[in-house]
């Protein structure tokens, strides 16, 4: 097997990418470990930034999205049973995000490939990348029945995650890595039950972080901080709604619904950044580069800009010749990334309360929603980072694609 790029792992990276690389007729293959309903029934968060949304629609995988997503014009901070309101489009210039699963994002592009015959392969394991530093890296990869095979490429992009088996490919002579875990996690739930907000709520209380999210009208995702190591079975659904309404409570008259819980799970936290994100002609994208904590959002978005930040590059190289942007692809992913990374940081450590937390760390939380909530330059901080990074290039965008 041979083709222009290969691509390893159908996660949001790794399908958007063949999306955008087909609509431009540059060919690719999508190995994909997993079988189709685990890839497309993966809980994780659900916040499209207004650039992701422009991305979705320009390559033609917007249309659902766009009938079924929830525009959102702000969010909920919580915090001493007070609420403040931030209003993203006010304070922006009129940003805002959509609320739309990250599962149906997957089934959308799935969809899409499969439409256009695009190769996709499930239950196909990537086992190694070679040759990355040659111009001619291979792909070794194993079916389910244990066939092996070998995919030839021009260009590999490793979309296969944190797990995945890419970023093993470049030399621990030249990686750097800079990472930070956290002493908690979420507890997630999902609820048949309608949203008990119209907007997310972001929740800091004594006893711990809590969010108030949603899947659709009729569908609500809540979370809960947890001590690191927690295990979800430890929990039943009538302690979690009891925790979920002590760390929402308010003075005003709202309540909080609840439903039946359908899933259950615990996220762990962590941030993460591998350093280059390219080598040779192996290139990370997603999850396989990066991870921040969720409490910013910011996962799914990330990826969206690094796979049209190397498709961006790959059209140009082949429409000029020039490698200008393939060699700064790296440079100009981390420079966003690196935003992301500070903006969860800073919203993780602003709303969680350690168990060792000190009455120091307590009163420099409430000091930094304070200043949030009484000064608009600092809220518009927030909200423009929540809204989004621009999918900026350090020269003129030379091609059509969105963001530019
Ligand atoms: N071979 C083939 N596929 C693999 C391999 C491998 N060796 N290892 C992992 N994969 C697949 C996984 O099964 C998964 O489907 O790669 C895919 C990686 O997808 P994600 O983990 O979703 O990563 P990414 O596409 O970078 O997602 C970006 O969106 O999914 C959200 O919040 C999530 O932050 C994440 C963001
Ligand atoms: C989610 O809906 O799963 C979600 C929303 C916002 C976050 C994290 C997760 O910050």
Redesign the pocket.
């Known amino acids: 097997m041979r083709t222009t790029v290969g691509i390893i792992g159908a996660g949001p990276a790794g399908l958007l990418l063949a999306r955008l690389l087909h609509n431009a007729g540059i060919d690719s293959v999508v190995l994909e470990s997993r079988d189709r309903a685990y890839v497309e029934q993966r809980?994780?968060?659900?916040?499209l930034e207004q650039g992701t949304v422009d991305v979705l629609r320009a390559a033609g995988a917007g249309e659902r999205m766009d009938r079924e997503g929830l525009p959102h014009d702000g969010i909920e901070l919580r915090f001493d049973r007070r609420r403040h309101r931030v209003d993203f489009p006010a304070l922006t210039g009129g940003r805002s995000v959509m609320?739309y699963?990250q599962t149906e994002v997957v089934k959308d592009l799935i969809a899409l490939q499969l439409g256009d015959g695009g190769p996709l392969f499930f239950e196909t394991e990537a086992l190694e990348v070679t040759g990355a530093e040659s111009d001619h890296p291979r792909i070794r990869f194993r079916q389910t029945d244990g066939t092996e095979g070998v995919l030839d490429c021009h260009y590999v992009v490793g979309c296969d995650g944190f797990w995945g088996v890419s970023r093993t490919a470049v030399p621990a002579t030249v990686s750097r890595v800079s990472e930070r875990t956290y002493p908690f996690g979420w507890l997630?739930i999902l609820a048949d039950v309608p949203p008990s907000h119209d907007e997310?709520v972001?929740a800091r209380h004594d006893r711990g972080f809590a969010?108030l999210?949603?899947?659709s009208p009729v569908v609500s995702?809540l979370?809960l901080q947890v001590p690191e190591g927690t295990d979800a079975a430890d929990w039943s659904d009538k302690e979690i709604w009891d925790e979920l309404e002590r760390r929402l409570e308010t003075d005003d008259d709202w309540t909080l619904r609840r439903g039946p819980v359908t899933a259950k799970s615990v996220t762990p936290m962590r941030s993460y950044v591998h350093e280059p994100m390219r080598h040779g002609r192996l290139f990370l994208a997603g999850d396989a580069a990066h991870i921040v904590p969720?409490?910013?959002?910011k996962g799914l978005n990330l990826a969206v800009g690094d796979v049209v930040t190397f498709a961006r590059a790959l059209i140009h190289r082949r429409d000029t010749g020039d490698t200008a942007l393939l060699d700064a692809y790296s440079a100009t992913c981390l420079r966003r990334v690196w935003q992301a990374e500070r903006f969860s940081y800073a919203m993780t450590t602003m709303l969680h309360r350690p168990e060792d937390a000190t009455p120091f760390d307590d009163r420099v939380q409430r000091a930094a929603l304070d200043r949030i909530t009484s000064s608009r330059s600092a809220e518009a901080d927030l909200a423009e980072s929540y809204t989004g990074f621009p999918l900026d290039l350090p020269t003129d965008p030379p091609h059509d694609l969105p963001g530019a």
């Open positions: 809980q994780r968060a659900g916040i609320v699963a997630g997310l972001y969010l999210s949603m899947r995702r979370y969720p409490t910013g959002a």
